[in-house]
């Protein structure tokens, strides 16, 4: 059975939510019966040079408003949707992504790896988790990492070994090595990847940034699904096939065999 995949590519006012959520709303409402991956920090737009500066922007998860605008959205079109968001925690921000079933909210993961000034704005995440999704009549282990996880290859790992089958993946991204990189963590986990990046400039008092847009989805045999350039804007779908996943890569080799040692670790690391 095939399901429906897709990304959202647009360019986030900076600084205003409330903008980007109509226009999130817009290209959602086109939508149905798909999971869709939107981009990192896609409310608020992304450079920001402390915390003061985001701290009234940020939402509480999951009684924000962005949540409810998309379990909405969700429950109408049926969708699985995930993503970016800065998330307010007491006194504290992360750099999170959502994930929203036409049931409601399901889960956040918090990002691990902050890049540049994140560190200045954001505390890190500290969990790798999946989520046990029922969508579409298909049942399935997502997993969600957020931008510079990317550059970390333990992460799309820790996330097969944790049995998921798609690693959605909302972006911001301005260095050009990713979107060269996602079919290889494709291929050496042998999932489906989904990057959901920004296009645009944006600029603070003292400092300006261009994100490259090249959103991406690949499959487990490292091929490109999709791939948009650093202009294109709207959402974009595709089909894929999860019973299609073959972790056979020789005669002699079958992935989940030659990572059982590295299972065992995990779960003995986790007692």
Known sequence: MKLKVGVLQFNPVYKNPERNYQVIENYL??????????????????????????????????????????????KRNNLLIVAGIAEKYNEELYNSAVVISPSGFVGKYRKINLFYKEKFVFSPGNLIETFDIEFCGQSFKLGVMICFDWFFPEVSRVLRLKGAKIIAHPANLVLPYCPLAMPIRALENKLYTITANRIGHEQSDKDQLTFIGQSVICSPKAEYLLKLSDKQEGLFTIDIDLEKIDNQITKFNNLDDDLSFLREVLCMSSM
Do not use: H
């Open 29 to 74: 409402s086109e939508a149905r019966d798909c999971l869709i991956v939107l981009p990192e920090l896609c409310t608020t737009g992304y450079l920001f040079e402390d915390k003061s500066e985001l701290f009234d922007l940020a939402e509480t998860i999951p009684n924000g408003k962005f949540v409810e605008i998309l379990s909405n959205l969700s």
